[in-house]
């Protein structure tokens, strides 16, 4: 009942930026937390940052704290990520996702999922 959809990824030097975006529709009420989760070959899959539609609440990893910022347009019902000070590191599959759980961070409790954008930095 939730569509999500990735877009903004790309190829980048060590170092750039990228911001990807995650569009929601259908039934979303029932979503309190969106995700960007990432995944490199052969890993398991990560929670990147968390952000609640309401209130604004963040989480971020700390492989990523001070680089990443996630954000939400509400109006919009679209949530961002921007990525700073990229490393080779940060190279992985991301995907968008949707919980029902406030303060959801483990895969299995989010809901929805995106198609995924790939992120590829070269350093």
């Known amino acids: 009942q939730v569509q999500l959809v990735e877009s903004g990824g790309g190829l980048v030097q060590a170092g750039g930026s990228l911001r990807l975006s995650c569009a929601a529709s259908g039934r979303t009420s029932r979503t309190y937390a969106m995700g960007w989760f990432r995944q490199a070959p052969g890993k398991e899959r990560e929670l990147v940052a968390r952000?609640?539609?309401?209130?604004?609440?963040?989480y971020y990893a700390d492989s990523v704290k001070g680089r990443f910022t996630i954000s939400r347009d509400n109006a919009k019902k679209t949530v961002y990520l921007q990525m700073n000070s990229l490393k080779s590191e940060d190279t992985a599959v991301y995907y968008c996702?949707?919980?029902?759980?406030?303060?959801?961070?483990?895969?299995?409790?989010?809901?929805?999922w995106g198609q995924g954008t790939q992120v590829t930095v070269s350093s």
């Open positions: 996702a949707a919980s029902e759980i406030y303060y959801s961070r483990s895969p299995n409790e989010y809901n929805y």
């Open positions: 952000i609640n539609w309401s209130g604004g609440s963040t």
